[in-house]
């Protein structure tokens, strides 16, 4: 089982995972703390995994928070999470290799950006790694 499905597990039985003054805290009923017990030694186990897992989750709801109406419009009226992509076609976007500007919106796994650093070339990611250009 990896950090993310033992957190998923968790979570789908009423706990919530949070770090406060970078500790993990863990809340979760207390009825179902024999069955939970194999979970949280996992945690326990690959704490610094947790630790990153939990902060990444932080800052991409922090970022979504962000996004322009239009995008999450977008998404609802065409029913799909990827299509909050589609206003900012032609528009410049964050990406894990640097800004671009936003050329293709394919699917949840092929959104072609031309990158500022090479512009004259195409670099595919999948959906989630693009986000609108703002400073965060």
Same mark, same amino acid.
């Given at each position: 089982?990896? !950090?993310?499905?033992? *957190?998923?597990c968790l979570e789908a039985a009423g706990a919530r995972l949070c770090i406060s003054e970078g500790r993990i805290e863990?809340?979760?009923?207390?009825?179902?703390?024999?069955?939970?017990?194999? *979970?949280?030694? *996992?945690?326990? /186990?690959?704490?610094?995994?947790?630790?990153?897992?939990?902060?990444?989750?932080?800052?991409?709801?922090? *970022?979504?928070?962000?996004?322009? %109406?239009?995008?999450?419009?977008? %998404?609802?009226?065409?029913?799909?999470?990827?299509?909050?992509?589609?206003?900012?076609?032609?528009?410049?976007?964050?990406?894990?290799?640097?800004?671009?500007?936003?050329?293709?919106?394919?699917?949840?796994?092929?959104?072609? !950006? %031309?990158?500022?650093?090479?512009?004259?070339?195409? /670099?595919?990611?999948? %959906?989630?790694?693009?986000?609108?250009?703002? /400073? !965060?």
């Amino acid at each position: 089982m990896t !950090v993310a499905d033992a *957190i998923g597990c968790l979570e789908a039985a009423g706990a919530r995972l949070c770090i406060s003054e970078g500790r993990i805290e863990v809340e979760y009923p207390k009825d179902r703390r024999q069955e939970l017990a194999p *979970i949280l030694s *996992i945690l326990r /186990t690959n704490r610094d995994e947790v630790v990153n897992l939990l902060r990444r989750r932080e800052a991409q709801s922090q *970022i979504a928070d962000k996004w322009p %109406a239009d995008c999450a419009e977008s %998404a609802v009226k065409f029913g799909r999470p990827y299509a909050r992509l589609f206003p900012l076609i032609g528009k410049k976007v964050r990406t894990p290799k640097g800004p671009g500007i936003l050329e293709q919106v394919l699917g949840p796994r092929t959104v072609r !950006v %031309a990158l500022d650093s090479n512009p004259r070339k195409m /670099t595919t990611f999948e %959906a989630d790694e693009v986000l609108p250009f703002f /400073t !965060v």
